[in-house]
């Protein structure tokens, strides 16, 4: 079975620098999806960012980039110019594009932004 | 606007009652999902439906119960059997039958049992 592990329970980062979230991931499978998706106070998840496992390019939004080893499974998300709204807990997850397998997510990460 | 919604946000239940959650969505969405989020644990699956009338034992079913009659409803049951049912419960649904599209998310129940 797939599965997704967080090595940092926790992260703190002060306003404006930069943090790196880590995720790795065990899978036999050649093509997947992976995902970092954001848990801020209020609880509501949201999707911060997608790689397919297909495309060596690395997926960016605005202030979050990724850095996908494929050969390692790694797959760690850079948030750049952090701001106080980033603080939120970040889960990482997998999905594979075979079967219709829901996602697999990891224990999290609680990020912490220091003004 | 189009999303999840999940009602109550906060639920008290005496310990051996069974009790519903409820989850909507308007986002002709196919699949939804139903997640248990306790502390240090992240999101573990309790069920999952891709079409009406058809759902899925996620990794931690023992215990609940859903439905599938309209696309748009997925409830959750909690039953007595569930051992240690306090927790935050998550509704998620995805567009299509493919689990890799972007999943959303509703705001979530918080389930306590006194």
């Known amino acids: 079975a797939q599965t997704v592990t967080q090595s940092q329970p926790e992260m703190s980062v002060q306003e404006a620098e930069t943090v790196t979230l880590s995720c790795t991931y065990d899978?036999?499978?050649?093509?997947?999806?992976l995902f970092w998706y954001k848990q801020p106070p209020s609880r509501q998840m949201i999707l911060v960012i997608r790689?397919?496992?297909?495309?060596?390019q690395n997926a960016t939004e605005n202030r979050f980039s990724v850095n996908f080893q494929k050969a390692a499974k790694s797959f760690s998300l850079k948030i750049s110019d952090s701001q106080l709204g980033d603080a939120a807990m970040y889960f990482c997850?997998?999905?594979?594009?075979?079967?219709?397998?829901?996602?697999?997510f990891g224990k999290g990460t609680r990020l912490s932004v220091i003004a | 606007d189009g999303g999840i919604t999940q009602s109550p946000k906060y639920l008290f239940r005496k310990e051996g009652q069974n009790v519903t959650l409820s989850c909507e969505q308007n986002?002709?969405?196919?699949?939804m999902y139903w997640y248990r989020q306790d502390p240090g644990q992240g999101l573990r699956l309790i069920y999952y439906?891709?079409?009406?009338?058809?759902?899925q034992k996620g990794d931690i079913a023992e215990g609940y119960s859903v439905s599938r009659e309209k696309k748009e409803s997925f409830p959750l049951t909690v039953t007595s059997a569930q051992k240690n049912p306090t927790a935050f419960y998550l509704c998620?649904?995805?567009?299509?039958?493919?689990?890799?599209?972007?999943?959303?998310f509703g705001p979530g129940t918080r389930l306590t049992v006194l």
């Open positions: 998620a649904s995805t567009k299509g039958l493919v689990p890799y599209n972007e999943q959303f």
């Open positions: 899978t036999s499978e050649s093509d997947y999806y």
């Open positions: 790689q397919e496992a297909y495309k060596q």
């Open positions: 997850a997998y999905s594979q594009r075979r079967g219709n397998t829901p996602l697999v």
């Open positions: 986002l002709n969405h196919d699949a």
């Open positions: 439906s891709q079409i009406v009338n058809d759902f």
